[in-house]
């Protein structure tokens, strides 16, 4: 698995050369065409909400990925790990299924105490939501999906110092839509989906959609012949779009999932250091092996998440008044081995280590927003209040048995440790921004957001055992408040309608918080510090061609100052010493790349879509971990290069329809684990294929679909915790293929 391959070279001034001659050739073209007029085989408009008001995606002098419905569907998007693999510089691991760890731009958090937050935020409708494992909801039924990358802290404010992503519920009208889906398919998957929407009485409309998603597991456990990895989600979502009169719109959304899962496997991949000589014997060589597991139990990982909001909007002549109010509740159970591998208590040539994880975690929120916003000839203005109250609670128990080497003596030794951990958090902001038309072309855009979160944290901690118990029991009740300024100041430059340059500068905040599992009362206490993003980004926005090609570009440079991280630390790297959870601000870090996002309809029949992103993301500052200067290391999953391109061609067979095949490729470069960045660490690039082919009646109410995805069953890690020269690593999604289909009656 871990042996290095030599991987494809990226010819980054070939792309450089090739995007400044479609610039050269076409400049003229672009000139002369003073209308944006879509042909009959035109790309997708798609309008997007990323600035707080409705713009065409071309418009926004922002890096933002903005997937449709339509793309959503085609592509078989059905999670956050989906349209990762379609939006540049961004990528995602799952530690489980309720801990997903979103990155942008080399930024993000694997940080899971409950006095942290993420640096990469998820709205659902608007609605910030705060626990990561009530952002792994289902997409289905959408109206887009925007990933704006890069610091957001005027518009979002809270916590989006590494970008953000909205996801958009479709909205009902007076057109009364119905659609039937079902999926069948390898480990026993299937699928359901409904949705139906319309009108309900004069000037209100309502819409309904539920899914269900079930599979077999990716693994096995060996002990039990339980499945692992495998998936039941069931969710709901619903819309209800009130229009009093021509002036005031009332639209209450709410939306629930209960997931269900078996474990996760994980399997010691690789193998090195001091566990080498001693662990090689017991550990199969063959890979497809990996998804085997030999554990007590088959573990669970269980979600329970639910949201209510009301956003209400009203035209007062030339200003619009909007309030968001919402609640979310999110709980998540899991219990897991670790290690995955076999310990039989007394046989000292067994696996030395049973490491169970228990946590049980809830968060509730409310949030309240009020904007008003504006615009006149010359000026289009937002401005507003934001306040949100989050109250979480997090028991994680760590359920250990040590036996030779790693015990100190020669027996099967159980040590039990809990941290109860609650915090509350009282967040505040203020913003505002303003957008000037100097003139017809160019545009200044000025923003600034206050921010204040307050947090009051409490850690409860116990240890039982034969050893280690000297620091435990102890108890800390601790209270801190973090503010910031956050501007923003943005230039764009329209060269003609189908050419938009813009330079912008943006700072992020992240508040600091507590680390949920320290082994000392004086680590309890102490509080990490916020961290700060500073965003230098120079990009271009185009179309040619009567709308056939699409070529964005962007390219930036961010200095992060007191970025939080999460260590596994052997802090004597001696395997008998259990290794130590350390958070830490990891003092500054630069982050600089290019990225490259390429829509084309080459004809009517023949769609191509390319996204590239190059990044380099590293430790620009001293930073010292057990003696070692980490300056100059990579950042966590901060891949250098990652590239997909998508194709599809459709044949049209007159009264019986048309057919189409669709092939998407992905390709992500190899990237660390740790900061470390010590070979254990490091996960080997891989690439994906998908392909599918789908046949569409004439009249456009059935559709039948047959895919596969990872066509070529390439095995890579998922998620990997490194451990003094080895790890523990879980694997991604193997083959699969399905039939789906849909039906359309109206």
Do not use: C
């Not at 998603?213 to 495998?230: A, E, I, P």
């Not at 200067?629 to 950042?635: D, S």
Request: no cysteine; glycine share 8%; charged share 20%.
């Amino acid at each position: 698995m871990h042996t290095h391959t030599k991987k494809p070279k990226f010819k980054t001034l070939l792309l450089a050369a090739t995007i400044s001659q479609i610039y050269a050739v076409n400049a003229q073209e672009s000139k002369a065409e003073t209308s944006a007029n879509e042909s009959d085989h035109g790309i997708e408009k798609i309008i997007v909400t990323s600035e707080r008001r409705a713009q065409s995606l071309q418009d926004v002098p922002v890096a933002v990925t903005a997937l449709s419905s339509k793309q959503l569907h085609d592509n078989g998007t059905f999670d956050l790990d989906s349209i990762s693999n379609q939006t540049p510089s961004f990528t995602m691991t799952e530690y489980g299924v309720g801990e997903p760890q979103l990155f942008i731009r080399g930024i993000g958090s694997t940080i899971d105490s409950i006095g942290a937050d993420s640096s990469v935020a998820v709205f659902i409708d608007e609605v910030y939501v705060g626990r990561s494992a009530g952002a792994t909801s289902e997409i289905f039924d959408l109206e887009r999906v925007e990933v704006l990358r890069g610091p957001q802290g005027t518009l979002y404010g809270k916590n989006v110092v590494g970008g953000a992503i909205n996801i958009i519920s479709k909205k009902p009208t007076e057109d009364f839509d119905i659609s039937l889906e079902g999926t069948l398919g390898t480990y026993g998957q299937q699928d359901i989906r409904a949705a139906v929407r319309g009108s309900l009485a004069e000037n209100v409309f309502g819409s309904l959609s539920l899914s269900t998603r079930n599979r077999d597991g990716f693994s096995k456990n060996l002990t039990t012949g339980g499945d692992m990895d495998d998936l039941h989600n069931h969710s709901a979502r619903g819309m209800l779009r009130i229009l009093p009169n021509d002036d005031m719109e009332l639209t209450i959304s709410a939306d629930y999932m209960v997931g269900r899962a078996n474990g996760n496997a994980r399997h010691m991949d690789p193998i090195g250091g001091p566990f080498a000589p001693l662990f090689s014997s017991i550990v199969s060589p063959n890979p497809r092996e990996r998804r085997h597991a030999v554990d007590a139990g088959d573990g669970n990982q269980d979600r329970d998440i639910w949201g209510i909001s009301a956003n209400f909007a009203w035209q007062l002549d030339d200003v619009t008044f909007n309030s968001i109010t919402a609640y979310r509740d999110t709980a998540y159970s899991v219990f897991v081995d670790v290690t995955g591998a076999e310990f039989i208590a007394g046989d000292f040539t067994s696996f030395p280590l049973r490491f169970n994880q228990i946590v049980d975690q809830s968060a509730a929120q409310f949030s309240q927003e009020f904007r008003l916003s504006g615009e006149t000839d010359t000026l289009n203005w937002v401005t507003g209040l934001y306040y949100l109250r989050e109250d979480g609670k997090r028991i994680e128990t760590s359920d250990q048995t040590f036996q030779p080497p790693l015990a100190p003596v020669p027996a099967a030794l159980l040590r039990v440790t809990t941290h109860d951990q609650a915090n509350v958090t009282d967040s505040y902001a203020v913003f505002g921004q303003v957008t000037y038309a100097i003139n017809d072309d160019l545009n200044l855009t000025g923003g600034l957001r206050w921010s204040k979160d307050e947090k009051v944290f409490t850690n409860d901690a116990t240890r039982t055992g034969a050893f280690g118990l000297a620091a435990f029991p102890f108890s800390v009740a601790e209270s801190k408040s973090w503010d910031a300024f956050t501007p923003r100041l943005s230039l764009d430059y329209r060269l003609s309608q189908d050419l938009m340059f813009y330079g912008t500068y943006s700072k992020g905040f992240k508040s600091g918080g507590w680390d949920g599992q320290p082994v000392t009362v004086e680590a309890a206490r102490e509080s990490f510090d916020p961290e700060y993003a500073n965003n230098f980004e120079i990009g271009t926005k185009t179309q040619w061609f009567n709308n056939r090609l699409r070529l964005n570009v962007s390219t930036y440079m961010i200095d992060y100052t007191d970025l939080q991280v999460q260590q596994l630390l052997d802090l004597d790297n001696d395997i008998t010493t259990p290794p130590v959870k350390v958070i830490s601000n990891a003092g500054a870090v630069e982050s600089k790349g290019v990225e490259v996002e390429i829509q084309a309809s080459l004809s009517s029949a023949w769609r191509l879509n390319t996204n590239y992103s190059y990044l380099d993301s590293r430790v620009s500052d001293d930073l010292f971990e057990a003696g070692i200067n980490l300056k100059g290391n990579r950042t966590t999953h901060s891949p250098r290069h990652s590239l997909s391109i998508g194709t599809s061609y459709t044949f049209e067979l007159g009264d019986n329809g048309s057919t189409t095949l669709r092939a998407n490729w992905s390709f992500q470069d190899e990237t660390y684990f740790l900061l470390t960045n010590t070979p254990e660490t490091l996960r080997d690039d891989f690439a994906l294929l998908d392909l599918s082919a789908s046949w569409l009646s004439a009249d456009q109410t059935w559709e039948v679909k047959a895919w596969m995805k990872n066509v070529k069953d390439e095995l890579y890690w998922g998620h990997s915790i490194p451990l003094v020269g080895s790890g523990f690593s879980t694997y991604g999604a193997p083959r699969t293929a399905g039939l789906t289909v849909t039906w359309y009656p109206l």
